[in-house]
T-cell receptor, first 112, second 111 residues
Framework: AQSVTQLDSQVPVFEEAPVELRCNYSSSVSVYLFWYVQYPNQGLQLLLK??????LVKGINGFEAEFNKSQTSFHLRKPSVHISDTAEYFC??????????FGSGTKLNVKP | DADVTQTPRNRITKTGKRIMLECSQTKGHDRMYWYRQDPGLGLRLIYYSFDVKDINKGEISDGYSVSRQAQAKFSLSLESAIPNQTALYFC??????????FGPGTRLTVL
């Protein structure tokens, strides 16, 4: 079975500062990896995904993530955050696109 | 128009009542899912369906049932609602080698 761990439930950061949201997964087989964002009172939207190829993946809104197979991690980064990035972020994994396993989420709070 | 719609968006009900949450999609996807979201727990899978004749239990199916009326419609029922079913419920769709697409959610409160 697969599992996803997001160790940081909340991350406060000042506007224009860099941020990293951590995601680690557990799986005995190869996985596909995803980051979703949930703005207040909305559903989840895809930020980026890793399927294969380059381990550095670029997504929307200036976010990127790096797949590290040896550390089973897929951390999300942004070099300079904006107030509008305040949201909850979810990491997810899937083996075959039939079932997805989500982390518990990280709330990013960007302060002015 | 949204690709994945959920009705109602908000619902307050009483313990013991039967509740149905509905999900419709225009994406033509064969796979549909129901999740519940609770603070600090992320999304947990309730039921999923790969086509009209294929229904599967997720990790927290007790107290819930589903119906796949058509490829585009997937309903979630709470036969006798209880307070710990108060949560945010999401429908999602998927197809092929693609990520999941989510509806806007239904906020359910059971008093």
């Amino acid at each position: 079975a697969q599992s996803v761990t997001q160790l940081d439930s909340q991350v406060p950061v000042f506007e224009e500062a860099p941020v990293e949201l951590r995601c680690n997964y557990s799986s005995s087989v190869s996985v596909y990896l995803f980051w979703y964002v949930q703005y207040p009172n909305q559903g989840l939207q895809l930020l980026l995904k890793y399927l294969s190829g380059s381990t550095l993946v670029k997504g929307i809104n200036g976010f990127e993530a790096e797949f590290n197979k040896s550390q089973t991690s897929f951390h999300l980064r942004k070099p300079s955050v904006h107030i509008s990035d305040t949201a909850e972020y979810f990491c997810a994994v899937s083996v075959n696109f039939n079932k997805f396993y989500f982390g518990s989420g990280t709330k990013l709070n960007v302060k002015p | 128009d949204a690709d994945v719609t959920q009705t109602p968006r908000n619902r307050i009900t009483k313990t013991g009542k039967r509740i149905m949450l509905e999900c419709s999609q225009t994406k033509g996807h064969d796979r549909m899912y129901w999740y519940r979201q609770d603070p600090g727990l992320g999304l947990r899978l309730i039921y999923y369906s790969f086509d009209v004749k294929d229904i599967n239990k997720g990790e927290i199916s007790d107290g819930y049932s589903v119906s796949r009326q058509a490829q585009a419609k997937f309903s979630l029922s709470l036969e006798s609602a209880i307070p710990n079913q108060t949560a945010l419920y999401f429908c999602a769709t998927g197809a092929g080698v693609n990520e999941q697409f989510f509806g806007p959610g239904t906020r359910l409160t059971v008093l």
